[in-house]
C-alpha cells in the first residue's frame, strides 16, 4: 500500500470519527451553559454562588423576566449592562440552564 492510499484511508476513517465526537460534545453540553459562563464572575459557578443572589435553582421564568426587565431599563447597574449584551433567546437559554442547577440553599 503506498502513502497516498494509506493517507486517503486515514481522511476517509478520521473525518467521520471526527464528526461523530463533535456531535456527541455538542449533545452533552447543555445549550445555555457557555452563556452562563459570564454569570460566574458574581454568581459563582453554575450561578451556586458564593457571591451576589445564587441564581442556581430559581425559577427559569421569573429569571428570564428579570433579565429581559434589567435589559430594557436605562443602565443604571453592571446586571443592566450585562442584559444587554444578550439576546432575548440567549436570556432564556441563560435562565432555563441556571434553574436547572443544583443550589447551595442561600442566597
Known amino acids: 500500500m ?3 492510499t494509506m493517507c486517503s484511508r486515514s481522511v476517509m476513517v478520521g473525518i ?3 464528526l461523530a465526537s463533535l456531535a456527541v460534545s455538542a449533545q452533552t453540553i447543555p ?3 457557555m452563556l452562563a459562563s459570564q454569570c460566574a ?3 459563582g459557578t453554575n450561578g451556586a454562588g458564593p457571591g451576589f ?3 442556581a435553582g430559581k425559577g427559569a421564568r421569573d429569571m428570564y423576566g428579570d433579565l429581559l426587565d434589567m435589559k430594557s431599563r436605562p443602565v443604571e447597574t453592571i446586571m443592566d449592562r450585562q442584559a444587554r449584551g444578550y439576546t432575548d ?3 432564556r ?6 434553574s436547572a442547577q443544583p443550589g447551595n440553599g442561600g442566597d
Open 2 to 4: 503506498n502513502l497516498k
Open 16 to 18: 467521520p470519527l471526527l
Open 31 to 33: 445549550p445555555g451553559r
Open 41 to 43: 464572575q458574581c454568581h
Open 53 to 55: 443572589d445564587e441564581l
Open 89 to 91: 433567546e440567549q436570556l
Open 93 to 98: 437559554l441563560i435562565s432555563e440552564y441556571l
